[in-house]
Nanobody, 124 residues
Framework: QVQPVESGGGPVKAGDSLRLSCVAP????????AGWFRQRPEKGREFLAA????????HYGASTKGRFIISRDNSKDTIYLQMSDLEPEDTAIYYC?????????????????WGQGTQVSVSE
């Protein structure tokens, strides 16, 4: 059992940057792929980004518009989401998830372990 724990959310202003972290003990040794999702009010869970367990391969959802970067530091069992040029539409709860497959996918059903989420609120 691996329990991801997200941090780094909070209130920011439009145009700001923010880095989310997800500590997932054991995820590197188990070679788990990882992904970031978000859920906006009255919206479904939305895929943002995914990364191979090695960190060598990534892919992104269309909503990131090139503003988000996923990365990981396997020495720390931590996955990051660097977000820049934030917009009010980015206000959401952001979730980190792990899949037992080597590479994360855009399908939330492929992920076995989910964090509790971290709130990001972007104001004008």
């Amino acid at each position: 059992q691996v329990q991801p724990v997200e941090s780094g959310g909070g209130p920011v202003k439009a145009g700001d940057s923010l880095r989310l972290s997800c500590v997932a003990p054991g995820s590197a040794d188990r070679m788990y792929g990882a992904g970031w999702f978000r859920q906006r009010p009255e919206k479904g869970r939305e895929f943002l980004a995914a990364i191979h367990w090695s960190g060598d391969s990534t892919h992104y959802g269309a909503s990131t518009k090139g503003r988000f970067i996923i990365s990981r530091d396997n020495s720390k069992d931590t996955i990051y989401l660097q977000m820049s040029d934030l917009e009010p539409e980015d206000t959401a709860i952001y979730y980190c998830a792990l899949t037992t497959g080597a590479i994360g996918t855009r399908n939330p059903n492929a992920y076995r372990f989910w964090g509790q989420g971290t709130q990001v609120s972007v104001s004008e």
